[in-house]
């Protein structure tokens, strides 16, 4: 219930917000973003065939440590973690199965971005959401305000880092495609704009109706720059039921409303300073204009 | 001004037991301290990718900071309120606060997987990020809370020119206090708001800030009571419980404005439906509300506790574990992600860092003029 819940924060923050809320709640991230040119990956989980092709490109790229199987034979993590930054799993039950594609989904509005104290997250004008490790102080705020649960960190090593996609920024910058989507053999996995994303994955959906009339991460979390179309429901896929609120509009106000609390505050705390310090006021010990009321009072009261 | 040397010779320190057992508890906790520097976050907490919180944020950086909440509370009404029969304990709130800050900051130290960096908040801004705020309001109030100490340590000493500086800024430094502590109180609160799909419905909520500062100004209250508990059990100074039984007073009302609103907005939002359904979730939001809110506000409405010096300690125990329950279920029990408990080296730590303030009190009581006798002659030689 979004909206009653925006109604009552109105009300309420009208009341007694002057304390601890920001009483107009202006958001920076409210007027939409063009995103038409920005860079996006479509995933049709119908056409993926599990060969991971992606994963392995992804780790050459990176520079990231194979995780093995006991055999030793196929390269075989188990999730996205400090050594993964994409991975093909499998959902199976006992009518059907498909393959999913896991990396960071680039969102519009990140949350990292956004909670990060130091700055160590940028997103690019151009799409990805980049880290700078340099910057890092290992708070793990990014970890807990990923919506989709996507940054990692390597905590085997003694100074972790974080860990996550960078939607090959630098290759991107070359007029590259990122190495997972140049790696997919079957067309699963796409490269370009989001709008020409969108426009293709809408066609898909109209042309077929075993997808799921849905396009995620077309408006999920704000909207995100991986896209997803699939024959199954995406909760079973693994995705979260997000909602399309922008996460830092949400902080923002409130960060915003910072500045008006301290004005609230050292007005307030100043105002009634004066006011409880008249001369002759009880508790005074009369030494006015030399900071005398700082003392302990004259009379012990039980 | 002298240096009360007799006096202090006279303090015993309460080596019992108890207090070796807190140094024992200390020593420990610092030692798997060390020992998580240098192997790391992965040899010795159960913190996992999908668990980047544990113990250590939830119960030592935000409990701990929304318990010291009385040092800000009490200097205002001593200070800008002008009740200055509350100055007896303006002291020990003060010091506990300090304590409780260089606590957090310790804590947070020990948690960040790149400690030798805090100092990047200095100088990597981010204004979007609450954590940000807050580690700037932290780095500040800690050393406005020194300040705001400071006098009583020149007083031991004797030194009087720092003790007048000190003195002529004492009312900006108030000022400074109160609001740094009303932001970053409240920006606690919103560091969560960013999570409303991963904390529980029945504890999330956008009204964290306000949530997060009331809480804490009764908490903080509340935190008073258990020193002036814990000076006149150890020390045997005297219980203050009329002056604190006049202080607790407050409580009811600012938990009272606290429940009347989350009670407001579950119905409002129509989370109450989880009430309904039951569950861990249910019962551990009926133990909060009644437990932590409820029940201190019975407490200190009613004179007769309020006067009974078991009343009135059991009541602040009430309303200081309501906090750390308020916020150990939203930064913890109820937020998504794998199951964790803490290990025994998360809860070391965090014991050893309790002992360690513990110590810290005890030895600022020993040395230090906490508790000043305000007679004539006293006031006369400030």
């Known amino acids: ?302 | 001004m002298a240096v009360r040397l007799g006096e202090i010779r006279l303090r015993r320190y309460p080596l019992g037991p108890g207090m070796i057992l807190v140094w024992i508890l200390g020593a420990l906790g610092m030692g798997v301290a060390v020992y998580r520097w240098i192997f790391g976050l992965g040899a010795t907490t159960n913190l996992s990718d999908g668990r980047p919180w544990g113990l250590w944020i939830s119960f030592d950086m935000m409990s701990g900071i929304g318990l010291a909440a009385g040092a800000f509370t009490m200097a205002a009404i001593v200070y800008i309120f002008n009740l200055k029969k509350f100055y007896p304990i303006v002291r020990p709130t003060i010091l506990t606060g300090f304590i409780s800050y260089t606590l957090a900051a310790l804590t947070l130290l020990v948690d960040l997987s790149q400690p030798q960096r805090i100092w990047h908040l200095i100088i990597y801004w981010n204004v979007h990020s609450p954590l940000f705020e807050i580690g700037w309001c932290v780095m500040l109030y800690t050393t406005v809370l020194a300040l705001e100490f400071s006098p009583v340590v020149f007083e031991a000493l004797g030194w009087k020119v720092p003790l007048k500086i000190i003195r002529a800024i004492t009312i900006p430094l108030i000022i400074a206090g109160v609001t740094l502590s009303t932001m970053h109180q409240s920006t606690l609160g919103t560091m969560l708001t960013i999570l409303p799909d991963k904390i529980h419905p029945l504890f999330y909520s956008r009204l964290f800030p306000l949530y997060f500062y009331l809480t804490a100004i009764a908490a903080g209250l509340a935190m008073t009571v258990f020193e002036s508990f814990h000076s006149s059990r150890t020390y045997g100074y005297p219980f203050e419980i009329k002056m604190l039984s006049r202080l607790v007073k407050a409580i009811p009302w600012v938990l009272g404005i606290y429940f009347v609103i989350r009670t407001a907005e579950l119905f409002i939002t129509g989370n109450y439906r989880y009430l309904l359904e039951g569950g861990a979730p249910a019962v551990m939001y009926i133990i909060e509300m009644v437990g932590g809110v409820l029940v201190p506000i019975l407490y200190f409405s009613d004179s007769h506790t309020r006067n009974d010096v078991h009343g009135i300690t059991w009541g602040a125990f009430f309303t200081m574990g309501g906090l750390i329950l308020n916020r150990v279920n939203a930064a913890l029990i109820f937020m998504d992600g794998s199951f964790y408990l803490p290990s025994w080296q998360e809860l070391a730590v965090t014991v050893g860092l309790t002992c360690l303030g513990l110590i810290m009190f005890d030895a600022a009581v020993r040395f230090l003029p906490m508790f000043p006798e305000p007679t004539p002659k006293a006031v006369k030689r400030l």
């Open chain 1, 1 to 302: 219930m979004p909206i009653s819940r925006r109604d009552f924060i109105k009300v309420a923050g009208a009341g007694l917000g002057a304390l601890a809320l920001p009483a107009s709640p202006v958001s920076a991230n409210s007027i939409e973003k063009n995103t038409d040119e920005t860079a996006s990956m479509l995933y049709d989980s119908t056409i993926c065939v599990g060969c991971r092709a992606c994963q392995v490109a992804c780790k050459r790229r990176a520079g990231l440590e194979h995780q093995v199987d006991p055999s030793g034979l196929y390269e075989m993590p188990h999730d996205l973690d400090s050594r993964t930054w994409t991975i093909i799993k499998l959902y199976k039950d006992q009518e059907t199965d498909s393959f999913v594609k896991n990396q960071c989904m680039h969102c519009v509005h990140p949350a990292c971005v956004s909670v990060c104290p130091v700055g160590a997250l940028e997103k690019l004008e151009s799409g990805p959401v980049i880290y700078h490790s340099e910057r890092c102080i290992g708070c793990r705020y990014c970890m807990a305000a990923c919506p989709f649960s996507v940054p990692k960190t390597e905590w085997e090593k003694p100074l972790p880092f974080i860990q996550k996609c960078d939607f090959c920024a630098d290759r991107q910058e070359n007029g590259e495609q990122p190495k997972c989507s140049e790696a997919c053999p079957t067309g699963a996995l796409i490269y370009g704009t989001r709008k020409a994303m969108l426009d293709i994955a809408r066609t898909r959906l109209v042309g077929e109706d075993s997808y799921v009339q849905h396009i995620y991460g077309e408006k999920e979390a704000g909207g995100t720059s991986m896209l997803y179309i699939s024959d199954l429901d995406f909760t079973k896929l693994g995705f979260p039921e997000q909602s399309d609120v922008s996460l830092p509009d949400i902080t923002w106000p409130y960060m915003q409303g910072t500045l008006g609390v301290i004005g609230v505050m050292v007005t307030l705390s100043t105002a009634i300073y004066l006011r409880t310090h008249r001369k002759g006021q009880n508790g005074n010990n009369g030494n006015n204009g030399n900071n005398g009321d700082n003392q302990p009072p004259k009379g012990k009261e039980a």
